[in-house]
């Protein structure tokens, strides 16, 4: 079996591939292929693309892996399972805003050891190897720690379905008046990244899917972050919340009365 830094390289070295790829091929305005929570939960043929560059490249070297990916679905079988997300942030994709990502992570006997998070229109790839730390450019990675929750800065983001919305904004206007500020970056696998790299305190959402999170959750935890749902649980679509101990548990007291798993 790789080590973790070897799964790390591959696939730091895959999503630099794919983001290099997104970064030429990306239209001045990416078509819309199709829809699929909602109406504004887009699809482009960039995203299909990417995922089916990731697959070919992750075939090529370790063929009897298996891989998870977004628009792809579920693949193979075996101890290791790459989890990619092609476009993490494809709304940003589609508008030209530079805060999209192609997030890969590896689980090992459903452990997640190895992760990059490729910040392609940022140049910016993060990486992680569990025990080893999170990286960007040569340096290594540490998230604010000490931060109160009342000067936290806390990146979020919002669901594709009205009603989940109408919680979230629920949520949303009891958390405002209890932190620094929010910041709604549009790619979740970037915002846990951002976290990693101290440009935010902490982070909580729910809905993600694992493909969002999965690699970008490696960085912040590698980079000294906790990450967990709700009441001890591990984190998870219905709610994640990933910040330095200290301000997890303040953010997890604030987030758990207000149900913030609920729908509607
Ligand atoms: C979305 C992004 C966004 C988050 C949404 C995700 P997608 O992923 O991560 O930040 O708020 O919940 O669905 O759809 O762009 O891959």
Not at 127 to 134: D, F, I, L, P, Y
Not at 181 to 206: K, N, Q
């Amino acid at each position: 079996m790789e080590s973790v830094l070897t799964f790390a390289r591959l696939a730091e070295e895959i999503s630099r591939e794919a983001g290099g790829m997104l970064l030429v091929k990306r239209p001045a305005r990416p078509e819309v292929l199709a829809t699929k929570s909602s109406p504004t939960d887009v699809v482009t043929a960039l995203d299909r693309a990417s995922e089916e560059l990731i697959r070919a490249r992750i075939r090529a070297v370790r063929p009897d892996d298996a891989i998870l990916g977004e628009e792809g679905g579920s693949t193979g079988a075996g101890r290791v399972r790459w989890i990619v997300d092609p476009i993490d942030g494809t709304v940003n994709f589609l508008y030209g805003l530079p805060e999209w990502a192609v997030s890969i992570a590896v689980e090992v006997d459903g452990e997640v050891v190895a992760g990059a998070v490729n910040v392609a229109p940022r140049g910016e790839v993060f990486t992680a190897a569990k025990g080893h730390g999170a990286w960007l450019a040569g340096e290594r990675l540490r998230c604010n720690t000490g931060v109160p929750l009342d000067r936290a800065l806390i990146a979020t983001g919002f669901g594709y379905e009205a009603g989940r919305r109408r919680v979230q904004a629920e949520v949303l206007a009891r958390v405002l008046p209890r932190v620094r500020d929010i910041r709604r970056g549009g790619s979740a696998a970037s915002d846990l990244c951002s976290l990693a790299a101290g440009r935010v305190d902490g982070y909580y959402e729910r809905g993600p899917q694992y493909w969002d999170y999965a690699a970008g959750g490696l960085v912040a935890t590698e980079a000294g972050a906790r990450i967990g749902g709700l009441r001890g649980r591990p984190y998870n679509p219905d709610l994640t919340i990933c910040a330095a101990p200290g301000l997890f548990e303040e953010l997890h007291d604030l987030l758990a009365p207000l149900d913030p798993e609920r729908d509607a």
